[in-house]
């Protein structure tokens, strides 16, 4: 009884703490740059944890949460490195590294194909440079469907085809150029650079693929799960048939990856359950993020391909826990449904609002002005937004 009554307490401290009409703002821990609606772009200068030198953090924030973050060097020229949800070490990084050509720097790989096509174009007795010709296509074609700040660009090399589509404008706002200067992340303009051959479509992400998108064609593909927050999920890219409309166009061998990482959803058992349900393999790769790397987020990815032996080089990858969990047809999402989210949802949409209002306005400041929180504050807080969640899943129907 007394445990009941100290949780009620302290739901009725947050809930008041919430809806008082304190006008205490947090403030930002770099100098905003760019700011809409919804998103902002924060500046700051931090050291690199492996070599101390000082370089140039850009960071997007969609609705509160990082995704994307660039480094510049002290010139502010881009430092070419896969950063957030899709560095080098990560579950999405190990699959777009199964293209890279030698080991070492992406620099190396780089050069592959314009030193392949200088050797092909050698004399010889041919009437027309048909190897020369085929050669060019011989980096295979990437699709991302979720731009964001166009971090996977990172990976591209001269002459690769890698179509991005993206359905929020203002996202995509953030890789072309602003007020007549640059773009403010330019992971895509600098791949195009290099020679890279990639293509920013702005529309629904599933359609586009449909229309633009050639039969059996890209040889990995990267899809975003959430839409415009992380409370909103992609759904047609998570049905039975989107699943099997974005294989139509993948390569025999092709891999599709799904970002999942969402502290409010879990989708990755209505993906199983798709895959399951069409026949293909599927491998969940959660990666923790070692302390000392500039740029890397923990990362939760779902890897499905027609055949396990597709998947199995990327278990090898051993930074990252790897498992295969079973398939659970109840979560099985269709085009015509139901499409319910019931036993998914791991934090409520309200608590996680009321979280980021409360350590926004109060916890944070508080710190920061170094005035000495009375009675844990954030302790109290959290409890409390604990004891709401698990009540609003408990009676709440999604």
């Known amino acids: ?33 760019y700011a809409l609606p919804r998103l902002q772009v924060l500046e700051l200068t931090t050291a690199d944890p492996n070599t101390r030198q000082q370089v140039v953090q850009r960071l997007v924030l969609f609705r509160r949460y990082a995704i994307g973050v660039q480094y510049f060097d002290q010139r502010f020229k881009p430092i070419r490195l896969a950063t957030a949800y899709y560095h080098l070490d990560g579950p999405a990084g190990t699959a777009l590294s199964r293209f890279r050509w030698f080991n070492g720097t992406q620099e190396s790989s780089d050069a592959r194909l314009p030193a392949s096509l200088v050797g092909l174009s050698s004399p010889s007795i041919a009437p027309l440079p048909l190897t020369t010709l085929m050669g060019v296509w011989s980096e295979p074609p990437i699709a991302v469907l979720g731009a964001a700040a166009g971090t996977p660009a990172c990976y591209a090399r001269p002459f690769q085809h890698m179509h991005f589509y993206e359905q929020n404008a203002l996202i995509s706002s953030l890789t072309l150029p602003v007020a007549e200067k640059g773009p403010l992340f330019t992971f895509i303009a600098d791949a195009q650079t290099r020679g890279a051959l990639l293509r920013l479509e702005l529309g629904s992400p599933r359609r586009l693929l449909e229309q633009k998108g050639g039969v059996g064609y890209y040889h990995l593909m990267l899809v ?19 699943m099997a ?14 970002h999942t990482s969402n502290r409010c959803i879990n989708v990755e058992p209505v993906l199983i359950a798709a895959a ?64 319910s989210l019931r036993g998914l949802v791991r934090r409520d949409p309200i608590v996680e609002w009321l979280r980021a209002e409360l350590f926004d306005r109060i916890v944070i400041p508080l710190r920061l002005w170094g005035v000495r929180e009375p009675y844990d504050l954030a302790d109290v807080v959290g409890e409390s937004l604990n004891w709401l969640n698990e009540f609003l899943l408990a009676v709440r129907d999604y």
């Open 224 to 242: 975003e799960t959430y839409e415009d927050s992380i409370f909103s999920i992609r759904k047609d890219l998570c049905t039975r048939e989107g």
């Open 1 to 33: 009884m007394f445990e009941r009554k100290r949780s009620a307490a302290q739901l009725i401290l947050a809930l008041g703490i919430a809806t008082s009409s304190v006008s205490i703002h947090a403030p930002a821990s770099g100098q905003e740059i």
């Open 276 to 339: 399951n349900n069409r026949g293909l393999a599927w491998l969940s790769g959660h990666d923790m993020k070692p302390a000392r790397e500039l740029g890397r987020f923990t990362s939760s990815w779902l890897m499905v391909a027609r055949d396990q032996a597709d998947l199995r080089e990327l278990a090898k990858q051993n930074q990252i826990a790897w498992r295969t969990p079973p398939a659970d047809n109840k979560y099985l999402w269709t085009d015509d449904g139901p499409q």
């Open 245 to 258: 409309e974005c294989f139509a166009k993948l390569a025999p061998k092709g891999i599709l990856c799904y």
